[in-house]
């Protein structure tokens, strides 16, 4: 850790700092500048709060130099991992399209999703039963029961399921349904309790961005995941918040080439939400594997005018077939596969 | 609602987009414009989605005109609410200052927290027992533990507690100690779940803006409480995410005059955490009293220097003392008490 | 354009809004919801003022129905344009690639990077001359005598030339030079004055989006330059702020399909002041053509780590050419060509 | 400035930068840690551009620890600089009132707004003669003509006047109308050749702040003009743009203490255009005495219904007098006056 002081720190001050660093078991190293002295903290510095040193007199900034985050980093992890979803590889050079309905709704408009997930040749398929409304009273999920005829649909076609959990007391009910993979969803990625409870189960975690999370924050959601000891987290980007209103949200590509930098975990991207119209989702899909993206959460509907939420966002059954084309030519063109 | 058809829309797309409001229960009332054709829902326009309509053809633009929030909104509900927390009113004319250190740390800490509270003449403690943290390796609050000790000390001088509810799994630990207001955190504004739980004990609860909610999810979620039964919700305003980086926040203080006309319930402001620095918020304190605030959340520690978590943000018993003065200086300018 | 009344408006109130429409020439329509009356004005909206209405006693909100913009909007010109840049085509089928160094330098540095620019198979060369700079004491451009070795190496390759334009009073140079596109800055998106001056004139201009305009308001922006009479205008997305601090700006992806929907004109990245960093171009770049774009605006320069400015955003000659398979390959999965 | 080598930066790595920092007349300290070597360059850093350091082999980061901005900074005059308009005081213990309508319009509703502000006991009048407009189809303001019926109805009553520069061409006219005050829009913050325009005239300027403005960037642009040899510059913030969209703008208040603390220039505050909407004036206007600022910038027009220009902005005369009043009340509790 580096520690500015300001150009009117006494010795004393300065003193008061080195004293304060040696406590905690770190050695200082003092460098007198023209203006400003800094104050090296040197050894493991995750146990120095740089809030700490700042409430002190005479400290003007503190900065940490090493990233907080450590399971989830590449610098102690050099090769990517490729997470095994029943058969199924993400991450290294497999892309995996994860495609289904927004929200799971009725057993046949289930079973028409899979067929058409399967048709595109789709290997996941996702849909929602607990649903995050903003408002109370618009429909809120078929719960269980969705998740009942969710995991009947997919297993006719021989699909492993994506679904999202809310709330730690689901987790049994997610465990008794033998869901693939859990997905965290953007409003709960710093539900800190959920985090700490999928990590200790032994199922795959798709970890979506939160709304306004920066990079560093969604690294260190992942960290307590892994903390718990399960490594089996893929990032997903799902569009930020920002000034823009055309749109609901920003597809923050450039999350893609700088997670893969910093993380050997895989990143995919959810492209329906992100834009939040159909008629966007085949640009960013495109852009997403372009940018170096590991697979992508598509919202497919087989008749999205009949879509009992955000009906304007999924695509339909032949878009997708359409779009897959187009992302295994892309894929080619950069050295990776989509099987 | 209204519906705004495309330029090209077809005669059979506009009847199509009626058919839909009809089907709905609404009555439609079509408008032709020199450029567009706008459609009119007349009716209980909360059952009519929006996207549903922007998904069919022809349509451009689908948009609500009234409010999606009932309970809260002061549309229905003229005066405005005061709410009682064990004899301490806040709402009204009487703002109310809530103090108290970030984290419950040791007993010896909250004893003198509680004194310097009520030596300043704050009339209600805050503090965390369960705590929300970025990182996993850091200091995640002393649980329930602490929440006795906080108990403890509050009773000894006769004040009301604050704390943050994480997890619905702890609601009865929160019975059990008596909790007099809990405080949901910015990162559980959306944790419908948890809303749903507060909603149904009567306890009072603040409700901190989410770090970057519209206003309009912040009422929404607001709502999905009342709508479980508790109508005691205070509203909190702790800076929202931008692009700056000189602060942790930027206080919406705008949000304080625009709360104030939508809802009838108290709205009040957290300095501390907006700022992240202690030498800001005495501005940002009488800021939010000028412009209309209910009331402040202050952190306040008896040796800032020495707390286990943002250190740099708490003032000192002194400054609280010193800040009162000036608080009551500006409430009485504007027609207001602080008792 | 739509007027919503407030739920306690009176009929006078109304009658004075409906009184207001007519005087503007429009007729006025008036339906009465359940929960408020809505008043659309039918006729050519663009005369209204939104914000005149809301000013009105007992008006809730008014709306535009109709898109401010009319000249560079796709809704009265189908087509796409293709722009002709001295032989190169940009928009329609055609990508166009354009590089160079940010900075003009040297002779040397300059007839460098045109071979280089050659080299790789590009066909336009960027370059600044006249350099806006943050800090009064940094570099600030090499100025006219910049653009005189700007020309001289070029005119050698026969590559036509792109160069920012901060000042109206610089325009008589930029002729005399025989600019071949000017290109307006993000900080000069809405330099009004300096619009309309280039508008006036019959080169091609790339406006650049400003740090933190609305897709809306940089067609507003197009629209002053069209005004005066200059249709050949080139949008280029070159990353927003929002709240994310690892990276420069967040190049917004989502907004190439939007515009190519919104505007018949062509649309192009900068991928390099948008990341800020020459490990990301290559990603982001992919990503933008993958997603629509009709060219790019890339940094190059013969020798990255001695570039008097913008040092590490810049990639070098060899890996220009690597990126340019990658995007003719992109180019042809998506049906389109790069010459 | 400090530069964080990579944990795999060779011995070659980090004598290459010391070599860089050498040349540049530095001297290079030389730290190792358990993870990261860094560097500290010491001596007049202002030379030296991280982004130069960034793009070496193996340096990770490179930050500057002193401030890049000079004169307008407290660092180095402690003292706060009080502006003297025509007699009237800015600054210091001082807090100044200037208001008047957004646009001047004609010679009767300037004479009325001269003589309201008067009646107000508001010393100082603002009125846009020169107005940017988003649309070019929108009324562009009365330019030369509004400049003389300004001068002419402020002189009447005594008043200086405050009008907003647009154009480096337009200095001349406004230097032969005698402004008191130059305006510098948000729009033009970063307008560099306008602010090395006004850096050189003897007269004061007020400086907005851009829509997604720094506080950094901001102070550098003050230090532009400063650096031309004009020092009598005001801060004003505007309100930032940020996510929010029920009001135009959010008005930062924390900008307010900061720039206190980090220059010895006067701050105020443009209560109208930030929130955008003429009730939430007087709370904003609280907001901002009460956090410290040495003014207000709010828009009044003798009858807001009938203005040109952002109608539903100004407040009328009697809510201006009833405003002063409030304003002089918390101007005493934190010890200051307005005279």
Request: net charge negative; hydrophobic share 40%.
């Given at each position: 850790m580096i520690?500015v002081m300001?150009n009117?720190?006494t010795e004393?001050?300065i003193?008061?700092?080195?004293?304060?660093?040696?406590e905690?078991?770190l050695?200082?190293s003092?460098?007198r500048?023209?203006?400003?002295?800094?104050?090296?903290?040197?050894?493991d510095?995750?146990?120095l709060?740089p809030?700490?040193?700042e409430?002190l007199p005479?400290?003007?900034?503190?900065?940490h130099i090493v990233?907080?985050?450590k399971i989830?980093?590449?610098?102690?992890h050099?090769e990517?991992t490729v997470?095994?979803i029943?058969?199924?590889?993400?991450?290294?050079?497999?892309i995996?399209?994860?495609?289904?309905?927004?929200?799971v709704?009725?057993?046949?408009?289930?079973?028409?999703?899979?067929?058409?997930v399967?048709?595109a040749?789709v290997r996941l398929m996702?849909?929602?039963a607990?649903k995050p409304?903003t408002s109370p009273?618009?429909f809120?999920?078929?719960?269980?029961?969705?998740?009942e005829?969710?995991?009947k649909a997919?297993?006719?076609e021989?699909?492993?399921i994506?679904?999202e959990?809310m709330?730690?007391?689901?987790l049994?009910?997610?465990?008794?349904?033998k869901?693939?993979?859990?997905?965290i969803g953007?409003?709960?990625?710093?539900?800190f309790?959920?985090?700490k409870?999928?990590?200790?189960?032994?199922?795959?975690?798709?970890?979506k961005?939160?709304?306004s999370?920066?990079?560093s924050?969604?690294l260190?959601?992942a960290?307590?995941?892994a903390?718990?000891g399960n490594?089996?987290i893929i990032?997903c980007e799902?569009?930020i918040?920002?000034?823009?209103?055309?749109?609901?949200?920003?597809?923050d590509?450039?999350?893609i080439p700088?997670?893969?930098k910093?993380?050997?975990?895989?990143?995919?991207?959810d492209?329906?939400?992100?834009?939040?119209?159909a008629w966007?989702?085949a640009?960013?899909?495109?852009?997403?594997?372009?940018?170096?993206a590991?697979g992508?959460?598509?919202?497919?509907?087989p008749n999205?005018?009949e879509?009992?939420?955000d009906?304007?966002q999924a695509?339909?059954?032949?878009?997708?077939i359409s779009l897959?084309?187009?992302?295994r030519g892309?894929?080619?063109?950069?050295g990776r596969e989509?099987?």
């Amino acid at each position: 850790m580096i520690i500015v002081m300001s150009n009117v720190a006494t010795e004393e001050q300065i003193e008061s700092v080195i004293k304060r660093i040696e406590e905690k078991g770190l050695e200082a190293s003092v460098s007198r500048g023209t203006e400003r002295t800094v104050i090296g903290a040197i050894g493991d510095e995750r146990s120095l709060d740089p809030e700490l040193l700042e409430s002190l007199p005479g400290v003007e900034q503190a900065l940490h130099i090493v990233k907080p985050y450590k399971i989830v980093a590449r610098e102690w992890h050099k090769e990517d991992t490729v997470i095994d979803i029943q058969g199924n590889l993400i991450g290294g050079k497999q892309i995996q399209i994860i495609s289904g309905p927004c929200s799971v709704e009725t057993p046949d408009q289930m079973e028409k999703s899979a067929k058409a997930v399967k048709a595109a040749g789709v290997r996941l398929m996702r849909g929602g039963a607990f649903k995050p409304r903003t408002s109370p009273y618009t429909f809120q999920g078929t719960g269980v029961e969705g998740l009942e005829m969710f995991r009947k649909a997919a297993d006719k076609e021989g699909l492993p399921i994506v679904t999202e959990l809310m709330d730690a007391r689901q987790l049994d009910t997610f465990m008794k349904y033998k869901v693939d993979v859990i997905q965290i969803g953007t409003r709960s990625m710093q539900n800190f309790e959920l985090l700490k409870e999928v990590g200790k189960v032994n199922v795959p975690v798709i970890l979506k961005r939160g709304m306004s999370a920066t990079i560093s924050e969604w690294l260190m959601a992942a960290e307590y995941i892994a903390a718990g000891g399960n490594h089996n987290i893929i990032f997903c980007e799902r569009g930020i918040r920002t000034f823009e209103t055309y749109y609901r949200n920003v597809l923050d590509v450039t999350a893609i080439p700088v997670l893969k930098k910093e993380t050997h975990l895989p990143v995919i991207v959810d492209p329906s939400h992100a834009g939040g119209k159909a008629w966007m989702v085949a640009a960013l899909s495109r852009a997403a594997i372009a940018a170096g993206a590991d697979g992508l959460l598509v919202e497919m509907h087989p008749n999205p005018c009949e879509a009992w939420c955000d009906a304007d966002q999924a695509i339909n059954p032949q878009e997708l077939i359409s779009l897959m084309g187009e992302l295994r030519g892309i894929a080619k063109v950069i050295g990776r596969e989509i099987l």
